[in-house]
């Protein structure tokens, strides 16, 4: 089970590097937004993980937190980039 | 005991793989538009995957805590994939000759004439 944990957090770690080569890369600010939000996702995703391996559930309210203030930061962002191409 | 590690693993496993293709996408794709649908539908799956491989290996309170972020990411999924793809479509990034139908020109067309 450990080296199950192991590989997890593994494939989460190069998922997060590559988002946030993107996240350098990225042609534009949609692009960086979303790549902001595959990263908080991945952090979502990772802190389950840990809570699953230590069997322990205290960090619910951290990751539910992480969830909405991704979404949250995520559509104001988009909103405010459709409205500024939408009066060029 | 030993089966419930066992479905444990294979959806940590499965889920922590689809996160990574998710993200491979999210380099390889051309434009804004299939970078979306690469960050949102493997990502979404990936991170439900991986709360229940969690969630067997907690106790009912929390699992039930697990239950709702999966929801909630899979309900605001698609309602930041429509806005970001609606600013990019507005931004000109996402390219004509990729499109089959185009519905919201026709509407921005209509706009347009509405305050002329």
């Known amino acids: ?88 | 005991m030993n089966w419930l590690n066992l479905f444990s693993a294979v959806c940590l496993l499965g889920g922590a793989a689809s996160c990574l293709f998710g993200a491979i996408g999210l380099l390889t794709f051309p434009d804004v538009a299939a970078r979306l649908q690469a960050a949102t539908k493997p990502q979404t799956l990936g991170l439900i995957l991986v709360l229940i491989g969690s969630a067997v290996r907690l106790d009912i309170r929390d699992a039930s805590g697990l239950i709702l972020v999966g929801l909630f990411q899979a309900l605001t999924a698609p309602v930041l994939a429509q806005l970001v793809g609606r600013a990019a479509y507005r931004a000109g990034s996402v390219r004509e000759e990729t499109l089959d139908a185009d519905d919201l020109a026709k509407r921005i067309r209509r706009e347009r004439d509405r305050t002329l």
Request: proline letters at 0%.
């Open chain 1, 1 to 88: 089970m450990g080296v199950v944990f192991s590989v997890t957090f593994g494939m989460l770690c190069v998922a997060g590097l590559l988002s946030l080569v993107r996240l350098l890369r990225g042609r534009g600010t949609l692009d960086r937004i979303v790549a902001l939000d595959v990263f908080i996702t991945l952090i979502v995703a990772a802190t389950c993980v840990d809570m699953g391996l230590n069997r322990d559930g205290s960090n619910i309210a951290l990751a539910a937190a992480f969830a909405l203030l991704a979404f949250i930061g995520s559509v104001s962002a988009a909103r405010l980039v459709e409205r500024r191409e939408s009066h060029r």
